[in-house]
Protein backbone atom coordinates (compact mmCIF):
# COMPACT_ATOMS: atom_id res chain seq x y z
CA UNK A 1 0.00 0.00 0.00
CA UNK A 2 1.51 3.27 -0.59
CA UNK A 3 0.39 6.86 0.48
CA UNK A 4 -1.09 8.69 -2.00
CA UNK A 5 -1.26 12.99 -1.38
CA UNK A 6 -3.05 15.68 -3.29
CA UNK A 7 -0.76 17.66 -5.29
CA UNK A 8 -1.93 21.72 -6.94
CA UNK A 9 0.00 20.87 -10.22
CA UNK A 10 -0.56 23.21 -13.43
CA UNK A 11 -3.55 24.86 -11.74
CA UNK A 12 -4.91 20.98 -10.98
CA UNK A 13 -5.99 19.09 -8.11
CA UNK A 14 -3.71 15.69 -8.98
CA UNK A 15 -3.99 12.64 -6.32
CA UNK A 16 -0.65 10.89 -6.79
CA UNK A 17 0.97 8.29 -4.97
CA UNK A 18 4.02 9.45 -2.83
CA UNK A 19 6.68 7.82 -4.96
CA UNK A 20 5.64 9.08 -7.76
CA UNK A 21 5.32 12.24 -7.01
CA UNK A 22 9.36 12.80 -5.83
CA UNK A 23 9.67 10.99 -9.48
CA UNK A 24 7.96 13.99 -11.07
CA UNK A 25 9.82 16.39 -8.66
CA UNK A 26 12.90 15.11 -9.42
CA UNK A 27 12.04 14.99 -12.96
CA UNK A 28 11.07 19.13 -12.91
CA UNK A 29 14.49 19.78 -10.27
CA UNK A 30 16.41 18.27 -13.49
CA UNK A 31 13.97 20.69 -15.96
CA UNK A 32 14.78 23.18 -14.20
CA UNK A 33 18.47 22.81 -14.04
CA UNK A 34 18.89 22.28 -17.56
CA UNK A 35 17.43 25.02 -18.52
CA UNK A 36 19.16 27.36 -15.85
CA UNK A 37 20.91 30.22 -18.56
CA UNK A 38 18.22 29.54 -21.29
CA UNK A 39 16.09 32.44 -22.52
CA UNK A 40 12.43 31.95 -21.65
CA UNK A 41 13.11 28.78 -19.64
CA UNK A 42 10.13 29.15 -17.23
CA UNK A 43 8.00 29.25 -20.59
CA UNK A 44 9.67 26.02 -21.68
CA UNK A 45 8.68 24.28 -18.37
CA UNK A 46 5.96 25.61 -18.10
CA UNK A 47 4.78 24.53 -21.37
CA UNK A 48 6.58 20.83 -20.15
CA UNK A 49 4.75 20.99 -17.18
CA UNK A 50 1.06 21.63 -19.11
CA UNK A 51 1.92 18.86 -21.25
CA UNK A 52 2.24 16.23 -18.28
CA UNK A 53 -0.82 17.56 -16.29
CA UNK A 54 -3.22 17.04 -19.33
CA UNK A 55 -1.79 13.32 -19.61
CA UNK A 56 -1.84 13.27 -15.68
CA UNK A 57 -5.89 14.13 -16.14
CA UNK A 58 -6.75 11.66 -19.34
CA UNK A 59 -5.13 9.09 -17.22
CA UNK A 60 -6.76 9.81 -13.99
CA UNK A 61 -10.28 9.73 -16.32
CA UNK A 62 -9.36 5.82 -17.80
CA UNK A 63 -7.50 5.12 -14.35
CA UNK A 64 -9.53 2.43 -12.35
CA UNK A 65 -6.88 3.59 -9.22
CA UNK A 66 -7.83 7.05 -8.75
CA UNK A 67 -5.23 8.34 -8.50
CA UNK A 68 -1.44 9.01 -10.58
CA UNK A 69 1.20 5.89 -10.30
CA UNK A 70 4.78 5.84 -10.57
CA UNK A 71 4.37 3.79 -13.88
CA UNK A 72 2.09 6.92 -15.06
CA UNK A 73 5.09 9.20 -14.22
CA UNK A 74 7.86 6.91 -15.72
CA UNK A 75 5.18 7.02 -18.90
CA UNK A 76 4.80 10.35 -19.01
CA UNK A 77 8.34 11.03 -18.74
CA UNK A 78 9.70 8.37 -20.80
CA UNK A 79 7.47 10.33 -23.82
CA UNK A 80 9.76 13.23 -23.19
CA UNK A 81 13.35 13.53 -23.21
CA UNK A 82 15.28 13.96 -19.83
CA UNK A 83 17.41 16.72 -20.12
CA UNK A 84 20.31 14.57 -20.44
CA UNK A 85 18.91 13.33 -23.48
CA UNK A 86 18.22 16.34 -24.78
CA UNK A 87 21.63 17.24 -24.62
CA UNK A 88 23.00 14.54 -25.83
CA UNK A 89 20.86 15.24 -29.28
CA UNK A 90 21.66 18.40 -29.31
CA UNK A 91 25.57 17.46 -29.64
CA UNK A 92 24.54 14.58 -31.92
CA UNK A 93 22.88 17.21 -34.35
CA UNK A 94 25.66 19.88 -33.55
CA UNK A 95 28.24 17.21 -35.15
CA UNK A 96 26.04 15.94 -38.12
CA UNK A 97 26.06 19.41 -39.18
CA UNK A 98 29.58 20.17 -38.83
CA UNK A 99 30.47 17.14 -40.26
CA UNK A 100 27.97 17.47 -43.27
CA UNK A 101 29.46 21.03 -43.36
CA UNK A 102 32.92 19.72 -43.27
CA UNK A 103 32.17 17.26 -46.23
CA UNK A 104 30.37 20.00 -48.80
CA UNK A 105 33.57 22.41 -47.95
CA UNK A 106 35.89 19.27 -48.77
CA UNK A 107 33.87 19.01 -51.99
Not at 42 to 61: G, P, V
Not at 93 to 105: F, I, K, Q
Amino acid sequence: MKKVININFQGRVVPIEEPAYEELRKYIESLRAFYEKEEGKNEIINDIENRIAELFSDRLKKNATGCVTETDVQENIGSKDRPEQIDSDVTKNANATTDASEEYSSQ
